[in-house]
């Protein structure tokens, strides 16, 4: 008996001392890293041409001829942040290795990033991940995988094609575009904006060069009502998937307008409703699927052209990650979906994503608490909470030093709101000084059946060039930030 008491209660001290410690962090499995566009280091001949502070000047070397598909240029790496201006740095995916480390994945031993060609079409460089896994033998067994924007899409293709997929036991999707994105017509439109462009080259560059990319084509939208001959309240749907559309193209460059041009075209579309028969067919039942789409940004969702092409293109907006909306990446239903309030392109920096990402991966964490209110709500003392149907963060892309610029920042609720209802404060700074707060000013409109408050602050531009934050805290929902570029005159 005595024995026995002795053993009850060291079981129970082990166990209660195995609680006082964290629990050591365990990925269930090796794990695959699909980029998105953009994502991927590319090189000729071991010139960085994409994936440093040169890359928008070297943008016409990127340019494919229709006889080719990538040529001499290799991807050779994962983009994790690009130096501009000496030391200032734009972040890429640095935060999201951050988090697979705390994780306690091991790269080159059980986390392997896949960079590819992202001009190449999705179904070659599908091909290119199949051997890239067969390569590795700590792929051999199961593992899981982990995509970011295209890379999905390079990934549902993998999964559906190659035999090797059997081994995919957990998919993570963020921001895939599995209906595709209207911001395709919009940057062939107008762009990156003022600066980006000119360092590109020029927008007439910018679309010859954006069009000779295949993947650009498996990209466009695909989802109804996108795009609409006509104005809002008339008009016709067009098909932006047909030849006919890009026959009479306005912003076509003469090089797809000639006979090898429309071939080129032609071949390119004809991928594209491959692309559609794969994300529509159900995943094999070994692969447990999650999708992350980014919800309450304003998000470009159709267009409405004159079929005469002499009025003006009239763009609208609804719920997205600001470049997918929630539609195309929750793939047709939302209620498959978890959401994130981060931008499109650091959509896994979401407090929530992160959490996602190691509740799905690592076999410490334990079960997965589903998300409990997809829509912010702002608490009104003695009312009914407002519900958050969207916001817009606007913030001049440049500015010169000395010159004023503009912060606008929109909240759309679904209830009436008055003046004061949102509480919101404004910042700018370079991560290194004290943030310098905004004048805020606020006007309230009453245009139903969606209210909004529209919050703006004018600030001239800080002495020193370089990248700054400019941060928008919003008093029951959370931080919102975006960035300024402020140049030397």
Not at 101 to 106: A, L, Q, T
Not at 262 to 286: G, M, T, Y
Not at 425 to 431: A, F, R, Y
């Amino acid at each position: 008996m005595f024995f026995r008491v002795r053993s009850n209660i060291i079981l129970v001290l082990v166990l209660f001392l195995w609680g006082c410690f964290p629990a050591v962090a365990r990925p269930y499995r090796p794990l695959v890293f699909v980029p998105g566009i953009l994502g991927s280091i590319l090189e000729r001949d071991g010139k960085v041409l994409w994936g440093d502070q040169r890359s928008l000047s070297n943008f016409p070397e990127l340019l494919i001829p229709f006889d080719q598909e990538g040529g001499s240029i290799k991807a050779t790496g994962i983009i994790r942040s690009i130096a501009i201006l000496g030391t200032i740095k734009i972040h890429q995916y640095d935060s999201l290795y951050e988090t697979l480390r705390e994780i306690g994945y091991v790269e080159g031993e059980n986390l392997f990033s896949f960079p590819y060609d992202w001009r190449k079409s999705n179904f070659s460089n599908a091909d290119e991940l199949n051997r890239f896994i067969e390569s590795k033998p700590a792929l051999q067994g199961e593992f899981d995988i982990l995509a970011h924007s295209m890379g999905g899409l390079v990934t549902r293709i993998y999964i559906q094609n190659a035999g090797a997929s059997t081994r995919v036991r957990t998919l993570l999707n963020l921001a895939v575009p599995f209906q595709g994105s209207l911001s395709v017509l919009q940057t062939l439109e107008q762009g990156w904006g003022s600066l980006a462009n000119r360092l590109a080259g020029g927008l007439p560059t910018i679309r010859e060069v954006l069009l000779s990319f295949p993947s650009l084509y498996e990209l466009l939208p695909r989802y109804q009502t996108c795009c609409i001959y006509g104005r809002p309240g008339a008009g016709r749907e067009f098909d932006p998937l047909k030849e006919e559309f890009w026959q009479t193209y306005d912003v076509l460059p003469a090089m797809y307008k000639r006979e090898n041009g429309q071939r080129f075209i032609a071949a390119r579309l004809s991928k594209v409703r491959d692309l559609e028969e794969i994300v529509r067919k159900p995943l094999p039942p070994n692969v447990s699927e999650r999708l992350v789409a980014g919800d309450l940004k304003d998000t470009v969702s159709r267009v409405y052209l004159d079929p005469e092409r002499r009025g003006p293109k009239i763009w609208q907006e609804e719920r997205g990650d600001g470049t997918v909306v929630l539609m195309s990446a929750s793939s047709g239903d939302v209620r498959r979906s978890e959401p994130s309030f981060a931008s499109h392109q650091i959509i896994f920096n979401d407090d929530y994503v992160k959490i996602l990402v190691q509740r799905s991966f690592d076999a410490s964490a334990g079960r997965f608490r589903d998300y409990a209110a997809p829509i912010p709500v702002i608490r009104r003392e003695g009312r009914p909470p407002l519900e958050v149907q969207g916001l817009n963060l606007e913030v001049p892309p440049e500015i010169e030093i000395g010159d004023d610029g503009r912060v606008t920042l929109t909240v759309r609720t679904r209830q009436p709101i008055v003046r004061g209802d949102i509480r919101v404060s404004l910042t700018i700074g370079d991560g290194k000084e004290p943030e310098i707060p905004l004048q805020v000013n606020e006007t309230t409109t009453e245009d139903a059946p969606v209210q909004s408050a529209t919050f703006q602050a004018t600030f001239t531009s800080p002495a020193k060039p370089g990248l700054y934050q400019i941060l928008a805290r919003i008093s029951g929902i959370g931080t919102y930030d975006d960035y300024v570029l402020v140049l030397p005159k």
